[in-house]
Nanobody, 126 residues
């Protein structure tokens, strides 16, 4: 059982930046492809970004591509989501997740993702 804990959420001004972090409870992070999802009030949870094992590949939703960057540091057992040029539509609870297969994210199989964190709130406001 991999336990994931997100941090770094908070309030940020329109156009600002924020970096989310996600730490794992053990040293198995390097065995998983990692991802970020988000859920805005009244909306379904949606995919944001994913990174394969060993950082070989990354994949982004169209709504964040060019503004967000996912990265990982397996030595620190941590995955990051750097968010720039934030918009009000980015306001949501952001969830970190882990799954053995990168394809799970690329193929849009959110229901098959194995491990989820509890989420961290990001609020973008003017």
């Amino acid at each position: 059982q991999v336990q994931l804990v997100e941090s770094g959420g908070g309030w940020v001004q329109l156009g600002g930046s924020l970096r989310l972090s996600c730490g794992a409870s053990d040293n198995t992070l390097n065995a998983h492809a990692m991802g970020w999802f988000r859920q805005a009030p009244g909306k379904d949870r949606e995919f944001v970004a994913a990174i394969s094992r060993e950082s070989l590949s990354t994949f982004y939703s169209a709504s964040v591509k060019g503004r967000f960057t996912i990265s990982r540091d397996d030595g620190k057992n941590t995955v990051y989501l750097q968010m720039n040029s934030l918009k009000s539509d980015d306001t949501a609870v952001y969830y970190c997740c882990a799954d053995p297969y990168y394809a799970t994210y690329v193929q849009g199989r959110q229901g098959d993702v194995e491990y989820w964190g509890r989420g961290t709130q990001v609020t973008v406001s003017s």
